[in-house]
């Protein structure tokens, strides 16, 4: 689950992460008012205004501000809350800002120059390692760091059985560059955010810039977290942060009706059962010529109404122009699958798109036999390839 900048610097917060103090505001006047409590609160004279979307490269899109006055907090607000933000990680039509957040100043004057690093947390899946990886040269441009000087970007690799080691802390902010208080202050700092991503579940954390402050000081001056879906019964605090708002429609619904569905940009819906053979049915849709529209496991235990369901969020995508299903019978009987495909044309209307059915398994004939003697234009295959080339043939017909 991913989550906002304001939500996970909320949860960094508890776990000692040191964050600039700021404001959610998703009116201008609610920006006002958080500029006004942090001109009191902290002293700053001015302020960050950054919108609060899904997505990374906001400042390279318009969506990060900065206001040097309480009244230019309105005026900047009123720009950014309702705009379509575009940035390299939106589609095109950019996404909807609904809320800001309103930030003090971590810029100001004192006895050493400011800098930005870039640090992030994450699970290397193939050791089965938690991975620290950190750059002297944070910012906009990171993945340009990345890509020109290789050298500038370091990993820090933890064992989850021991976990982080002062060696490694202390490391990790020689590597810096970082010197006396400085110094001190990242150690403290690279302890908290491994404490924070154990605590939390996450499966990332990623702060762009951490900032080193001209008094020394290290803050997340921003922060993105991605938290594991499969953790979130232990953490009902978190998992009640989830925006909808931010998320697909279609992927929100499926997961109502306990799907998992994710939407891509092909022209062919596929209805499978196991993530595995979802996966192998989209590519050998991709080596036939046509191009996959959606991931969509009905799972195991899927009956008759998740299958209709299930129909009923891929024809909702107008790029569909065929569905293949795909089942095969272990746990689930493939007469309820082909019930829900009778269901789903009973029920839904008339479904313009050819749909391919292919069935093997347990009670493969009697779904076959259910499919036949509805009389509705269901084409039936009886390999993956030859599914797959049907579909293709389909899609060539005006």
Do not use: W
């Not at 839904?348 to 036949?372: F, Y």
């Amino acid at each position: 689950m991913n989550l906002h900048e304001y939500q996970s610097k909320s949860i960094l917060k508890r776990f000692g992460v040191c964050v600039p103090e700021g404001a959610l505001a998703h009116t201008e006047a609610e920006a006002v008012k958080a500029a006004e409590y942090l001109q009191s609160a902290t002293g700053s004279d001015k302020f960050v205004i950054k919108a609060q979307v899904h997505a990374g490269g906001r400042g390279k899109g318009g969506g990060v501000k900065v206001a040097k006055s309480i009244e230019e907090v309105g005026l900047l607000a009123s720009q950014i809350i309702g705009m379509q933000l575009v940035t390299p990680q939106t589609t095109a039509d950019g996404k909807l800002v609904r809320k800001v957040y309103v930030e003090q100043n971590i810029f100001y004057p004192g006895p050493t120059k400011p800098s930005e690093i870039y640090m992030s947390v994450l699970l290397n899946r193939q050791k089965g390692h938690t991975i620290m990886m950190y750059s002297p040269r944070g910012g906009m441009d990171i993945e340009a760091v990345a890509e020109e000087t290789p050298e500038l970007i370091f990993t820090e690799e933890i064992d989850p059985k021991i976990g982080l080691q002062a060696f490694q802390a202390r490391k990790v902010a020689f590597n810096l560059g970082l010197k006396d208080e400085a110094y001190k202050n990242m150690v403290k700092f690279v302890f908290a955010i491994y404490k924070a991503y154990e605590g939390s579940d996450a499966s990332l954390i990623e702060i762009n810039p951490v900032f080193k402050t001209s008094d020394n000081k290290i803050l997340a001056a921003d922060a993105k977290m991605v938290i594991d879906n499969n953790a979130l019964f232990r953490h009902p605090d978190i998992a009640a942060m989830r925006d909808f708002d931010e998320e697909d429609p279609s992927e929100v619904e499926a997961a109502r009706h306990d799907l998992n569905y994710v939407k891509l940009n092909g022209n062919v819906g596929c209805m499978v059962n196991g993530a595995g053979l979802a996966m192998a049915t989209m590519d050998i849709i991709k080596f036939s010529g046509g191009n996959p529209a959606n991931f969509l496991d009905v799972g195991g235990s899927a009956n008759a109404k998740r299958v209709e369901e299930g129909f009923r969020i891929i024809l909702k995508d107008p790029a569909v122009k065929a569905i293949l299903v795909n089942i095969f019978g272990g746990i689930v009987r493939c007469d309820r699958v082909a019930q829900g495909v009778v269901d789903a044309y009973k029920n839904i209307g008339e479904i313009k798109v050819p749909i391919i059915v292919r069935l093997q398994g347990t009670n493969a004939s009697e779904g076959k036999k259910l499919i036949d003697e509805s009389g509705l234009k269901v084409h039936s295959a009886i390999t993956l390839k030859e599914a797959a080339d049907l579909v293709t043939e389909l899609l060539k017909k005006p």
